[in-house]
Nanobody
Framework: QIQLVESGGGSVQGGGSLRLSCAAFGYIGTTYRMAWFRQAPGKEREGVASIDSGIITNYADSVKGRFTISLDDYKMTLYLQMNSLKPEDTAMYYC????????????????????WGQGTQVTVSS
């Protein structure tokens, strides 16, 4: 079992930055996949960024060049550094994890992940 606890959300003006954190509790092994998803009001949850075993990263086109996913595997904490934020980035952000590394094409699919955090709200004003 893995428990995920997010923090770091808040309100920021457009163009600003935020860093989200996700602390993972429980044994995750040496091969795993973790990701950030987000869900805006009235929209489906979408994958933002993923990282395989702390090494291979993948990003949604909408955040490439602005967001960076990273993992401190000593602290077992996942991060999402968000720069140049836009109002359309406003959403509830969720951390997700799963044991093992599946197909590359599944990295940002909700169905790939078995464990989820409770979410942290990010609001970007124009």
């Amino acid at each position: 079992q893995i428990q995920l606890v997010e923090s770091g959300g808040g309100s920021v003006q457009g163009g600003g930055s935020l860093r989200l954190s996700c602390a993972a509790f429980g044994y995750i092994g040496t091969t795993y996949r973790m990701a950030w998803f987000r869900q805006a009001p009235g929209k489906e949850r979408e994958g933002v960024a993923s990282i395989d075993s702390g090494i291979i990263t993948n990003y949604a086109d909408s955040v490439k060049g602005r967001f960076t996913i990273s993992l401190d595997d000593y602290k077992m904490t996942l991060y999402l550094q968000m720069n140049s934020l836009k109002p359309e980035d406003t959403a509830m952000y969720y951390c997700a994890a799963t044991y093992g590394v599946g197909r590359a094409g599944e990295r940002l699919k909700e169905s790939e992940y078995n464990y989820w955090g409770q979410g942290t709200q990010v609001t970007v004003s124009s």
